[in-house]
């Protein structure tokens, strides 16, 4: 069965508006509570299944486990088998790619994503989302699909916005909570879960500027 999920252009308008201006946008009106909650019965069911695993960190042969710097498990969509909740999500982030592209040029080509869950006490020390070896994620997608998030709950996601950390802000990891940043500008952090914490975060990539002979 195909579905469409339409994502109206007067939702889009603000996201768009934002990233124009500040490189990032946190966005509330994207996913609707049901959508969210698809999507978290679908997380916390692979959870339940043992599906996830700790998460690395690097790319490819470099990737190492490093408990000191991330203590997250994931599992990775793929989008071909996309069941309903996570076909939901993609045809979502989808929009969001073709207005970025369409006012930026950005040329971002797809998206790779995965569920994650921190267990309580689990963060992501500050870090760039981009691999020495690979510039091609150019904008990183986290949503978030905690359904109930107390204010001093922790697990916020600090988002560095300058260079000496003078700035930040903490965006609480709510349910339907959509943040958007440069993956090459923005150094950010997972402070510590006070609870069970559970996001997809999806990077859209860029076509890599492959030296092919001339
Ligand atoms: O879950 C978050 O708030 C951010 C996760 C993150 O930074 C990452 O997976 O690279
Ligand atoms: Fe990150």
Redesign the pocket.
């Known amino acids: 069965m195909t579905q469409h999920f339409e994502v109206t252009p007067y939702l889009l308008g603000p996201v768009i508006d934002n990233l124009a201006e500040q490189g990032w946008v946190v966005d509330r009106s994207l996913f609707s509570a049901e959508e969210i909650r698809l999507l978290r019965e679908e997380c916390l069911a692979n959870w339940q299944q043992g599906k996830f695993h700790e998460a690395a960190v690097g790319r490819a042969a470099q990737q190492n486990r490093r408990s000191e710097i991330r203590s997250d498990s994931v599992l990775w969509l793929e989008p071909d088998k996309a069941d309903s909740a996570a076909s939901l999500y993609f045809s979502k982030l989808d929009a969001v790619r073709q207005a970025v592209n369409q006012a930026f040029y950005m040329g971002l080509e797809d998206l790779e994503s995965h569920f994650?869950v921190y267990p309580q006490g689990a963060f992501?020390k500050k870090?760039l989302?981009r691999f020495r070896d690979d510039d091609a994620r150019a904008l990183?997608a986290?949503l978030y699909l905690n359904d109930d998030w107390p204010a001093d709950a922790g697990g916020e996601?600090r988002l560095y916005l300058d260079e000496d950390g003078e700035r930040h802000v903490d965006?609480r990891?709510e349910a339907g909570t959509l943040?958007l940043f440069l993956s090459d500008r923005f150094w950010?952090e997972?402070l510590p879960a006070g609870q069970q914490r559970l996001?997809i975060?999806g990077w859209f990539r860029r076509r890599l500027a492959t030296a092919v002979g001339w």
Do not use: G, I, Q
Request: proline share 7%; hydrophobic share 45%; glycine share 0%.
């Open positions: 994650a992501y870090h989302d990183t986290v996601m965006v990891p943040a950010h997972v996001s975060t």
